[in-house]
């Protein structure tokens, strides 16, 4: 069955400190990857997208995420937290538009 | 500024009643998206539509209804044969069906009590 995995539910990191969001997927072929932001009570932002072409993605907010197709993964990473960075993100993937599959997610905490 | 627009934020009902969710989108975009979401299980697709008049089901669509009179709107019943339908709901549309990126409005919490 198709299936993406967040392995982490609950990161703590602390401002300043680097991040890295794991994200793993279940699929035949490449899919189109995603990484989405939300913040509490609120809907989805897209941070980034991985199509086809170079393997590191730059997003808004200062996050990249990088496609390992021999490890089936697309993680996500931040070199310096921001207290502002604490939500919950979503990586998700697609072959068409009506059938993307979301993670349960990952909820970062940030300590000052 | 365009957008998606979902009312109320948060809605009370009792059980055994009908509620409507509303999603309004004012981006010219052709196909539109319902999910559930629950904590601890990410988002679930429970019915899209890409054009005006017509709509599918997603994962789990036993319990709603939706409709499609106009590009702009695409509101979601939760019907009283829905078993369990406390949780958030989020609209999403993208600006054509051979597109990938969803754009998501701010969501409606329900709660049914």
């Known amino acids: 069955a198709q299936s993406v995995t967040q392995p982490d539910i609950h990161i703590t990191v602390s401002e300043g400190a680097s991040l890295e969001l794991r994200c793993n997927y279940s699929y035949g072929a490449t899919p189109y990857l995603f990484w989405y932001v939300q913040s509490p009570g609120q809907g989805l932002q897209l941070l980034l997208k991985y199509f086809s072409g170079d393997t590191l993605v730059q997003g808004i907010k200062g996050f990249e995420a990088e496609f390992k197709r021999s490890q089936s993964s697309f993680n996500l990473r931040k070199p310096s937290v921001h207290w502002s960075d604490a939500a919950e993100y979503f990586c998700?993937?697609?072959?068409?538009?009506?059938?993307?599959?979301f993670g349960a997610g990952t909820r970062l905490t940030v300590k000052p | 500024d365009g957008g998606i627009t979902q009312s109320p934020k948060y809605l009370f009902r009792k059980e055994g009643q009908n509620v409507t969710l509303s999603c309004e989108q004012n981006l010219n975009h052709d196909a539109m998206y319902w999910y559930r979401q629950d904590p601890g299980q990410g988002l679930r697709l429970i019915y899209y539509s890409q054009i005006v008049n017509d709509f599918q089901k997603g994962d789990i669509a036993e319990g709603y209804s939706v409709s499609r009179e106009k590009k702009e709107s695409f509101p979601l019943t939760v019907t009283s044969a829905q078993k369990n339908p406390t949780a958030f709901y989020l609209c999403a549309s993208t600006k054509d069906p051979g597109s990938y990126e969803q754009y998501f409005g701010p969501g409606t919490r329900l709660t049914v009590t």
């Open positions: 998700a993937v697609s072959y068409n538009n009506n059938d993307m599959r």
